[in-house]
């Protein structure tokens, strides 16, 4: 079976833990594309060439999860050559038989427009950052201008901003625990399977 779930939205609104739930819950494949950015900025050198020679052992570091990853991930992704390099393995990834479930910031809009499901997982910068803050510690107030200055970069760049797609079921998840959101999504594959 060929089933793509895209799933869309700014840093810490909730994808990753969505997207997982939805693919044990329905046997998909996963794939979460910030990682494929984180990749490219942590490599180092010319981003495009990064981008073009992108190997397992390079999404399997475990510096990728830090602020610093992000924002460097969120610089190089700004350049179209960067995002045109990465295309190919995202759309194979979401054709690929037995369905996947794609988080990122342009799934829904520019790699799988043709997606079964869309949906674009939001929630106020306050709780994102509240809940960014939790896993990384420090100071509160700056991990919120990190997301503010990342979610700016996102949405304000010239390729692929970060944009709800005009079909996708929008989940705000500002005033939801983890389980309620969870089931809202499964709830939403499970009507269109
Ligand atoms: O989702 P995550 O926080 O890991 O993404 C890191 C950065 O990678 C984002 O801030 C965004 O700039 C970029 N990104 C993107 N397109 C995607 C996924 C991530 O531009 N599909």
Sequence with gaps: ??????????????????????????GFAY??????????????????????TL???DLARDDLRTLEAGQAA????????VREA???FQRRFARRDGGAVLDGRDIGTVIC?????????TASA???????????????AQVLAEVMERDKRDADR???????????????TSDMGISEAVATAIDIVRARI
């Design 1 to 26: 079976m060929i089933f793509t779930v895209a799933i869309d939205g700014p840093a810490a609104a909730g994808k990753g833990t969505i997207s997982r739930a939805v693919a044990a819950r329905f």
């Design 31 to 52: 794939l979460d594309t910030g990682l494929l950015y984180r990749a490219v900025g942590a490599k180092g050198g010319d981003p495009v060439e990064a981008a073009r």
């Design 55 to 57: 190997s397992e052992a």
């Design 74 to 81: 969120s610089r190089v992704a700004t350049i179209p050559e």
């Design 86 to 88: 990465l295309v190919d």
């Design 113 to 121: 427009p043709e997606a079964e499901v869309k949906l674009y997982v």
């Design 126 to 140: 306050q709780v994102r950052a509240h809940r960014r803050w939790l896993e990384v510690g420090g100071d509160e």
């Design 158 to 172: 010239a390729v692929s901003p970060l944009k709800a797609a005009a079909d996708a079921v929008v989940i705000d």
